[in-house]
C-alpha cells in the first residue's frame, strides 16, 4: 500500500492545529496567577485554580476519553464471545467520575492540595508518599506508551507511514506544549482534542453503516451472521470476573492524578463536583460512536472488502478494529477523517499523563520529600526536565516494548488495589498511620501480584477459587499459548485486604504505643508517639496559596519554615481531618 500523501496532509493540519491551540493557551496564560502571589509552579499544575465550566468540562471528560478508550471499546464491542457486554470501559469510567465527584472531588479540592499524593503526605509522611509515588508513575507512563504504541499502529493501518516516526512526532508535539503551558495548554487542547474526535468518528460511522458489505446491526446484535451477535452475553462461570473488572473500572478510575489534576484545578470545590459529573455524561456520549463502529466490524463480509477474506479477528488484529473499519469501509477522505480523531484522542491522553506524572515528581518527590527550601523557579524546571524525561520514556517503551498494554493492565491493578484503600483511609478513616499504610500496601501487592498477569507471562502463586487453565491460539503462526484465567474477585478482594489491613495495623500500632506495651523508642516511623515529626507534613507544608474561596478559609498556626506555608486552610480540612491531622494526633498524645 502505497503512503497517501492526502492522509499525511491531513495529519500535518491536525497536528499543526493542537500545536498552535497549545501554545496559544500557554501565551494566553503565560501571568494567570502571578498577580495573586500564586507560585509559577502550582500555576502549571493546577491552572491557577481558574479553570471554567466549559474548558473544564472538556478537560476533565478527555481524563478517560482517549486512544485505549475509544479503540478499547470498539475492540470489545467487535470481540466474539465478549461483545457490548463486555465493553466495561463507558459506563466503569463514568461511574468512577460519578463516585469521584460524589465523595472525593469535595474534600480534595477543599482542602487546597495541589497533587494527589499531597494527603498521604500530610498523614503518613514523605517516605510513604514515594513508595505510593511507584505505583501512580507507573500507570501514568505505561498509560502513556500504550496509547502511543496504539496511534503509531493505527496510522500505519490508515496512511502507511513508518510507525517509529509517526510515535514521536505525535509524542514531541504534546511534549512541547505541555512543556510550554503545562495545565492550561493540555485543559485548551483537550477541547479541540474532544471536538475532532467526537466530530471525526461521527462523520465516518454513516459511510461505514451504508458499505454494501455490512449488514444491519439490528440484526446481527441478536443473530450470528459473521460471528457470534455483538450485543454478547456473560457467562454465569465468568460472573465475578466481570463484576471483579467492573469494580476495578469504577473505583480504581478514581485515584489518578490525570483525575485530580482536573478537580484541583476547578475554581471551588463545587465546580469540581459538577465538572466530574458534567465529565461523566461526556464519557457515555463519546463512547457511542466507537460502539457502532465495533458493531459495524461484527457486521462485516470482510471478503466484500479490501482487507480481505479472513477477518480482523483471525488475524490477531481485533484491537486495530477502528481504524480497519475507517480504512477499509469509508471513502479515503472520511477515513482520513476519522484518523483525526485517533490522533487527538491519542494526543489528550498522552499529555495528560506526562503532566500528572511530572507535577507528582517535581512536588512529592523533589520538594516535599528531598528539597523543601527548593525556589519556586527551581520546582518549575525540575517539571520541565521530567515532562521531557517522562515523554522521552514513553515514547521508547512504546517503540521497543511488545509488552505495553499488559505493563499498563497490572499498573492500573495495582492503582485500584494499593492506591484507592489507602485514599479511602486517608480521607474517611480518623487514626490511621505510617504502619498501617505499609502493612495494607504490602498485603495488596502480595495479593495482586500472586494471581499471575497473562499479558506479561507472569504465572501465579497464588491459584484463587475458581482458577481455569485456558489456551489461546495465533492465528498467524498457529502457537498454542496456555496460560491461568483467575475467575475469582481476586483484584477487588486484595484491594479490600489492603483497606482492612491499612485499618487493622493503624490501630493496633497505636494502642500497643499508647498503651506502653511497646517503648515508644520502637516508633521508627514516628506515626503515633513522636511530637514533631520530620516524616508527617503539615497542612501549611502544603497548602501555599490562597486562591480558595472565602467561604471554604479559616486561619491556622503554622509550626514549619513559613517560606512553603501560606497561613490558612479551610474549614472544612479542619473539621474533616481534625482527628487526623499531624497536629490533632500530637494532642492525644499529649
Known amino acids: 500500500m502505497a503512503v497517501h500523501a492526502e492522509g499525511i496532509v ?46 473544564g468540562g472538556f478537560t476533565m471528560t478527555a481524563t478517560w476519553v482517549g486512544g485505549g478508550y475509544i479503540n478499547g471499546t470498539a475492540e470489545y464491542v467487535y470481540l466474539p464471545d465478549y461483545g457490548l457486554a463486555w465493553a466495561q470501559a463507558p459506563f466503569g469510567y463514568a461511574l468512577s467520575l460519578v463516585v469521584g465527584g460524589l465523595f472525593f472531588a469535595k474534600p480534595m479540592r477543599s482542602r487546597g492540595y495541589v497533587t494527589m499524593l499531597d494527603p498521604f503526605q500530610q498523614i503518613y509522611g514523605k517516605r510513604m508518599g514515594g513508595l ?15 496509547i502511543l504504541s496504539a496511534l503509531g499502529a493505527t496510522l500505519s493501518v490508515i496512511v502507511d507511514i513508518d510507525i517509529n516516526m509517526s510515535v514521536v512526532i505525535s509524542a514531541l508535539i504534546a511534549i512541547f506544549y505541555t512543556l510550554v503551558g503545562g495545565l492550561y495548554s493540555v485543559a485548551y487542547t483537550d477541547v479541540v482534542q474532544l471536538f475532532c474526535i467526537f466530530l471525526g468518528l461521527w462523520v465516518s460511522v454513516p459511510f461505514a453503516l451504508s458499505n454494501p458489505a455490512v449488514s444491519s446491526i439490528s440484526v446481527t446484535a441478536k443473530e450470528a451472521v459473521y460471528q457470534t451477535p455483538w450485543l454478547g452475553k456473560i457467562d454465569s462461570a465468568d460472573t465475578w470476573m466481570w463484576i471483579d473488572n467492573f469494580c476495578l473500572l469504577m473505583l480504581g478510575g478514581i ?32 463512547a457511542v460512536p466507537s460502539v457502532l463502529i465495533g458493531a459495524i466490524g461484527a457486521s462485516t463480509d470482510w471478503n466484500q472488502t479490501t482487507y480481505g477474506a479472513i477477518p480482523p479477528k483471525e488475524k490477531d488484529q481485533s484491537d486495530m478494529i477502528l481504524p480497519i473499519v ?8 472520511i477515513s482520513f477523517f476519522g484518523l483525526g480523531a485517533v490522533s487527538a484522542a491519542v494526543m489528550s491522553s498522552a499529555d495528560s499523563s506526562i503532566l500528572s506524572a511530572s507535577s507528582m515528581f517535581a512536588r512529592n518527590i523533589y520538594k516535599l520529600a528531598f528539597r523543601q527550601s527548593a525556589t519556586d523557579r527551581e520546582i518549575v524546571w525540575v517539571m520541565r526536565i521530567t515532562i521531557f524525561v517522562f515523554g522521552a520514556v514513553a515514547t521508547a517503551m512504546a517503540l521497543l516494548t511488545g509488552t505495553v498494554y499488559g505493563l499498563w493492565y497490572l499498573s ?31 498485603f495488596g501487592l502480595l495479593l495482586r501480584i500472586g494471581g499471575g498477569e497473562p499479558y506479561l507471562k507472569l504465572p501465579p502463586f497464588i491459584y484463587y477459587p475458581g482458577w481455569v487453565q485456558q489456551e489461546k491460539i495465533h492465528h498467524l503462526t498457529g502457537d498454542v499459548e496456555y496460560f491461568i484465567q483467575q475467575r475469582f474477585p481476586f483484584k ?41 515529626s520530620k516524616e508527617i507534613m503539615d497542612k501549611t507544608t502544603l497548602v501555599s496559596n490562597d486562591n480558595i474561596i472565602l ?38 498524645q499529649e
Open 255 to 286: 485515584p489518578w492524578q490525570v483525575y485530580f489534576q482536573r478537580v484541583l484545578s476547578a475554581s471551588s470545590a463545587t465546580y469540581a463536583q459538577v465538572l466530574s459529573f458534567i465529565a461523566a455524561a461526556g464519557c457515555l456520549v463519546m
Open 10 to 55: 491531513a495529519i500535518v493540519i491536525f497536528y499543526l492545529l493542537i500545536l498552535a491551540v497549545g501554545i496559544w493557551a500557554a501565551w494566553k496564560n503565560k501571568n494567570s496567577g502571578v498577580s495573586e502571589g500564586q507560585d509559577r509552579s502550582e500555576t502549571i499544575m493546577v491552572g491557577g485554580r481558574d479553570i471554567g465550566l466549559f474548558v
Open 492 to 532: 477487588t478482594v486484595s484491594m479490600l485486604a489492603s483497606f482492612l489491613g491499612n485499618v487493622a495495623f493503624s490501630y493496633l500500632l497505636k494502642y500497643l504505643f499508647e498503651s506502653g506495651t511497646l517503648s515508644h523508642k520502637y516508633d521508627f516511623m514516628d506515626a503515633v508517639v513522636s511530637k514533631h
Open 326 to 333: 475507517l480504512q477499509h469501509l469509508c471513502p479515503p477522505w
Open 132 to 146: 505510593l509515588f511507584i505505583p501512580a508513575l507507573m500507570g501514568e507512563i505505561f498509560w502513556s506508551a500504550a
Open 412 to 442: 492500573s491493578d495495582l492503582v485500584y488495589v494499593i492506591i484507592f484503600p489507602q485514599l479511602l483511609s486517608v480521607l474517611f478513616i480518623k487514626g490511621t498511620n505510617t504502619y498501617g499504610s505499609v502493612a495494607g500496601y504490602i
Open 551 to 588: 467561604s471554604e478559609m479559616a486561619p491556622v498556626k503554622t509550626h514549619l519554615s513559613t517560606s512553603l506555608a501560606g497561613a490558612f486552610t479551610n474549614t472544612e480540612a479542619l473539621s474533616d481531618d481534625e482527628e487526623s491531622s499531624p497536629e490533632s494526633l500530637n494532642n492525644d
